[in-house]
Nanobody
């Protein structure tokens, strides 16, 4: 499968962005789409996840209440609405697909099989 991430950009602190992850072809409804991010000099970290059928969602504590992940089955697309952005959210954001649900699996990138190319999000202070 090919995953195409889009929607990144430059925004001021407190602003909003919506990222999208589009998959090529129909997907198994129980598979998980996860968003991860990696800032310069830091390890990749989990952000949010949801199944193609909408099961979940799962969020990292750092984004709860600010980010919302949602699915659009008709377009094989998952969106990540990011509100009240902070400079600490600056990173390259990657979407990915995995087969296993449950917080143990969805929060760890090693359980994902496919990755998109990443989209840069920069939040200025």
């Amino acid at each position: 499968v090919q995953l195409q991430a889009s929607g990144g950009g430059l925004v001021q602190a407190g602003g909003s962005l919506t990222l999208s992850c589009a998959a090529s072809g129909p997907r198994k409804s129980t598979y998980i789409v996860g968003w991860f991010r990696q800032a310069p000099g830091k390890e990749r970290e989990f952000v949010a996840a949801i199944s193609w059928s909408g099961h979940g969602p799962y969020y990292a504590d750092s984004v709860k209440g600010r980010f919302t992940i949602s699915n659009d089955n008709t377009k094989n697309t998952v969106h990540l609405q990011m509100n009240n952005l902070e400079p600490e959210d600056t990173a390259v954001y990657y979407c990915s697909e995995g087969r296993y649900s449950g917080s143990y699996y969805v929060t760890d990138g090693k359980w994902y099989d496919y990755w998109g190319q990443g989209t840069q999000v920069t939040v200025s202070s």
